[in-house]
Each structure stands twice: as C-alpha cells, then as structure tokens.
C-alpha cells in the first residue's frame, strides 16, 4: 500500500462509544491568541493533529517556545519583547489559519506581516474583510510581493460591518480590539461556538469581549492581557463524523464529550434521514435507522447546517432511498470529492453550488482521493459502507484534522489501516 494512504474493509457495522477531541479550529485561533500575553499560556484539550503541529511549529519559528507537556497539554511560552513575523508561505500554504496571525501580531506588537494564503482546495480564501475590520480599527495595511503588511500607530475601536460572518475576520478583528483602546462593535459577526471559546479565553485574560454568539460582538479595548491555562471545546465536527459512520455502517455510537447545542443542526437532519438519535448524560447516541430517507440540505454560517459537514453527509445521502438536493453556500470547491464517490458507484450530479445525489443501493470500494480534510472524511465514512476494499490516497488531509481517527474507528469495530 501507498505511504499515505488508508486502506478500508468495508461492511463491518460499528458499535461502541468514542471520545472527541478538543475543537481544531478552536485550538489554532487560541494557539495564535497566546501570543498575545506575555508568560506561559497552557492549552488542555488540545488535539493531536498535523494542523496543531504546523501551528507549533510557526509558533516556534517566530519565537513562542512551545511544547507538549506529560499531562498531554501544550505549553506556548511568549517571551517579553518582539516576536519575529509568521513571513513563510511555506507554512501558510499548509495552514489558512496562519492568516490569524494578522489580528495578534498586531495586538501584540503593532506590526504584522502575514502571508495571503492564496486558494485552497476547498476554495478561494479571500481576506478583503479581515482587512477592513483591521483598517477600521487604525491600521495601515499594504499587500506586496503576496504579504500583508499591516502597522498601527493610533489605534482606536471603530465600528466594523461584515459583508459575509468569516469566522476568521471575526476572530481577527476581535483580537486586534481586544487590546486596541475605545469600543470596537462588529456586527454581522460569525457566531460559531469556536468564536465564543476564543472570547472565552481572552477574557479570562483580561479582555472584555461580550455578545459573541449573537451578530453583534462588543469589544471594549484593555491595555495588557495575560497568560492563562485554558481547556479547548470538544470539536463539533469530529463528532457529527462520527455520528455519521454509526448511521453509514448500520451501527450504533454513543459519541462522548460533545456539546449537544453545537450540533442540533446534524442531529436534526440525522433524525430526518431517519436515524435514532438521543442526547444523554453522556453524549449523543446514534442508531443507524432501518433506511436511509433522502433530505436536502444547504450550508450557512452557525446556526445553520456547517460546510464542513456537508461532505459527510453527502457520503450517507449516496445510500439514502430517493433523490436529495445538497447546496453549498460557503466554499465553492467543496465538490471536488463527487468523482470519487461517483468511481465508487454513487449517483451524484453537480450543477454550480447545487449537487443532486440520486441514492444508491450499494458503493463499491476501489481507489479514491483525498482532495481536502472533509472530503476525506467522508471517503472513509463512504468506505465503511462500501462492498470490498477502498484505498484513500491523500490521506494526510485528513490527518490534518481527526486525532487517531483509525485508531477510533477500529475500536467501533472497522477495518482500517
Ligand atoms: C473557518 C474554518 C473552516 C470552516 C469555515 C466556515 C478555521 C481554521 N477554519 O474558515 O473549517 O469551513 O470557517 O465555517 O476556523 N470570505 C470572504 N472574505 C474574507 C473572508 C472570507 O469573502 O475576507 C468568504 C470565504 O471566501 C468563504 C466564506 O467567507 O466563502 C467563509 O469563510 P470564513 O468564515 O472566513 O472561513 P475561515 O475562517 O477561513
């Protein structure tokens, strides 16, 4: 077998529990959020993914010692005076995330160079809105050579309206003001639970960030923010993964470590699909139902249906009893994964944002592509199903994401290597 590749025995149902990580997207804003103060900050919860380790390792490189602890938690040690600038494409090329480190340079330390991320598997990654929610506060922001050059001389809060609620503008802006003097509102704000365990955190560091979950976030500047011990929410999206594979494998998980709101909206289009669900004590439990309806589904920011869901779900609609209609607000590229279901026997067509999954009685393994982390994903999910041996190629996408996901799953009872 390829280096990089999982091999999966489809046909095996999965029973038992599974415990989540900590949220990766949670965890990489908090990690760049550190920098911000001075002093020992110390992540608990934080997954074990190759995202996290190229964050450690940028964060390494511009002078933040980092490192894991015995406890399993990481320790990120900011020294007194100047960190050097995030500058490598090479690293922002991996990480998208690293464009966070505009909103804390800039809080730290009034200058940030950042490299633009450029495109990316799963779409364009514009910052056009990071840009002006920064500009609105005071700073200067020049783009040469593929690098945004931003400084702050007289900073002042401003009022910033988001066109679109980008989770990372959102956090972005939110860092900045939390440290820049004078009220900053952002209205039309992302409301993912990652921007509010992000408020969560600088608060308990002194900042003063309210309203986050709503669209308007207040941010009342302060002058010094510092280092805390922090545990990181458990990460929505690895348990609706999980969740799925219970529904796909004709199986039952009861998913531990979850925080139930986080996901009414895979719940409730589970239930649709006609799986068992219950919320508990415990976590979430998910009985496969006898079949699978068809339902349609349409990504928006949080509340709404998450894009980084939507893969996983299409990978179950392939066997659902009908036709369902997906439609993909957010990320235009996230369809890249419907010739790799299609090699494996679905019917799916794609017309612009809107894909038309016709079910399927049954999916035959063969070889497949990881083409992003989610798409990813949901091949394994397809794989658990399918007839026979499937061999995903790329599977470092999805490493970037899931802590020891074979590792889990071949405790529920898969096959995977
Ligand atoms: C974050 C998540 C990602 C998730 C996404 C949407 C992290 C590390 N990643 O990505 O897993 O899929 O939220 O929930 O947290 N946009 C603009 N201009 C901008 C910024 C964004 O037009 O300046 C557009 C993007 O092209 C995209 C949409 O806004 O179409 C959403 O992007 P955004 O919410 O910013 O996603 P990320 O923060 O990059």
């Known amino acids: 077998m390829l280096k990089d590749s999982l091999l999966v025995e489809g046909g095996h149902p999965l029973y038992g529990k599974v415990r989540v990580s900590g949220a990766k997207n949670a965890g990489l804003v908090l990690m760049t959020a550190s920098i911000m103060a001075d002093g020992e900050t110390i992540l608990d919860n934080l997954p074990r993914i190759r995202d996290v380790e190229v964050m450690i390792q940028i964060l390494n490189d511009i002078g933040a010692k980092s490192k894991w602890n015995e406890d399993g938690s990481l320790s990120i040690c900011s020294p007194a005076g100047s960190l050097k600038n995030p500058t490598s494409y090479e690293l922002a090329k991996k990480l998208r995330a690293s464009n966070l480190f505009l909103g804390a340079m800039l809080g730290r330390q009034a200058e940030a ?7 990316c598997d ?3 990654r514009p910052m056009d809105l990071h840009l002006k929610g920064v500009q609105a506060l ?5 783009i040469e050579h593929g690098y945004i050059y931003a400084s702050m001389k007289h900073g002042r809060g401003g009022r910033v309206y988001l066109d679109f609620p980008s989770v990372g503008a959102t956090e972005n802006i939110m860092m900045l003001a939390a440290k820049t003097p004078g009220i900053t509102i952002i209205e039309n704000a992302a409301k993912e639970p990652e921007i509010v365990d992000l408020a969560n955190f600088l608060n308990a560091m002194g900042a003063k960030i309210r309203g986050t979950g709503t669209d308007v976030i207040k941010v009342e500047g302060v002058e010094e923010l510092k280092a805390i011990r922090h545990a990181i929410i458990p990460d929505r999206i690895e348990a609706g993964t999980f969740m799925v594979a219970a529904a796909i494998s004709g199986g039952e998980i009861l998913v531990e470590n979850v925080i139930p709101t986080h996901l009414h909206p895979v719940v409730a289009k589970l239930k649709e699909m006609g799986a068992f669900v219950e919320e508990n004590d415990q976590g979430i439990l998910v009985r496969a139902g006898e079949k699978v309806m068809p ?8 509340p709404g249906f998450p894009t980084d869901m939507q893969s996983q779900m299409m990978a179950l609609l392939c066997l659902s009893r009908g036709s369902s209609i997906i439609v993909e607000n957010v990320f235009e590229n996230r369809f890249q994964i419907v010739d790799e279901l299609n090699r494996m026997g679905a019917k799916i067509k794609v017309e612009g944002h809107t894909a038309v999954v016709e079910g399927v009685k049954t999916l035959y393994g063969t070889r497949v592509k990881a083409t992003d982390l989610r798409a990813g994903a949901a091949l394994v999910l397809a794989a658990l199903a399918a007839r026979g041996q499937t061999v995903i190629e790329n599977a470092i996408h999805i490493f970037r994401g899931y802590e020891n996901l074979s590792e889990k799953l071949n405790q529920l009872g898969a096959k995977v290597q």
């Open 138 to 142: 005071g700073a200067e922001t020049q």
């Open 122 to 124: 799963i779409g364009s």
């Open 113 to 119: 160079v950042v490299s633009l991320p450029g495109g």
């Open 295 to 302: 339902v349609d589904i349409k990504t928006l920011p949080y």
